[in-house]
């Protein structure tokens, strides 16, 4: 059967905090630009304590609810708490399972986009992680509707999350730090749809063949 396993979910997260690991300067660099220069140093910080902390989750809810809960109480900015509660949820709706068929994947990503934007507030198109989620999502859902593979499904997702990371350029932002700035925020990249697009592309290449 087509299913994201726990070994392959586990594998995305250790994925994603390697994106962030590599790519620290260069989300610090987008935050210092429309914020307070932390988005790097924010999502390497509390990814490398996920990946301390998480041991060998026996259930598909005990991964996603230790990643959560570390990034709630180990990341400090905005960005924490959010990341914190789209695990969270998805642990929450995923439930004491050791697989997910594509449909059960796809419930738990929009619960957790639920929570994030329960939290937050924003709306699309104010410039934040929401801009690259829900494209993604979107496209996960579209996929595996019209038949693709959990894997298929999952690269059309990394593509929509990096193709609303592109988007967010031009718009100014109406959430977080980056709306302090009012216009002068337009003309760059949201750091936090960026880290998304790292967040998918870790999904895409985990669930890979
Ligand atoms: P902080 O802004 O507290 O320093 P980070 O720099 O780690 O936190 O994260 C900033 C990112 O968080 C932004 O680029 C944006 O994508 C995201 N963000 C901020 N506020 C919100 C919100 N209310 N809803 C969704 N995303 C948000
Ligand atoms: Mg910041
Ligand atoms: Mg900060």
Known sequence: ADTASLEELTDWLARFQALVVENQAYLTELDSA??????GSNMARGMNTVELKLGSPATIDALFKTAGM???SSVGGASGPLYGTFFLRIGTTAGAVTELDGAALAAALRAGFAGVLARGNAEPGD???????GPALDALDAGLGSGSSIAAAASAAADAAAAGRDATEPLVARKGRASYLGDRSAGHLDPGATSTAFLFRALADALGD
């Open 34 to 39: 429309i914020g307070d220069a932390d988005h």
């Open 70 to 72: 570390t990034l709630v």
């Open 127 to 133: 410039k934040t992680m929401v801009d690259a989620m």
